[in-house]
């Protein structure tokens, strides 16, 4: 079993920026891929990016591509999301995710845990 929490969420203004952060509690978290998915009013859960276990691959969807940046950090079993230049439609649920594989994927049904969630709202 894994414990996911994430923190870092908040309000910001437009062109702000952000860093989520997912604490992992439980098996061995080397051993996992995480990523991060969001929910938006209205929407589905979409895909933001994802991390392999070694941290040597990345995927970012490509709404977020140049402006967010996924990385983790083994050693404090943590997982971040950098976000640069908000928009508003970047408003929503964030959510980590991890999946028993080393190797990352970029869709929500291939990902066994999932954390609570932390609010990111974008607003002047």
Known sequence: Q???VESGGGLVQPGGSLRLS???SGRTFGTYAMAWFR???GNERE????ISWSGDSTYHA???RVRFTISKDNAKNT???QMNSLKPEDTAVYYCAARSRPWAAITLHEYDYWGQGTQVTVSS
Not at 47 to 50: E, G, H, N, R, T
């Open 2 to 4: 894994v414990h996911l």
């Open 22 to 24: 997912c604490s992992a």
């Open 39 to 41: 929910h938006a009013s």
């Open 47 to 50: 895909f933001v990016a994802a």
């Open 62 to 64: 490509n709404s977020v």
């Open 79 to 81: 997982v971040y999301l």
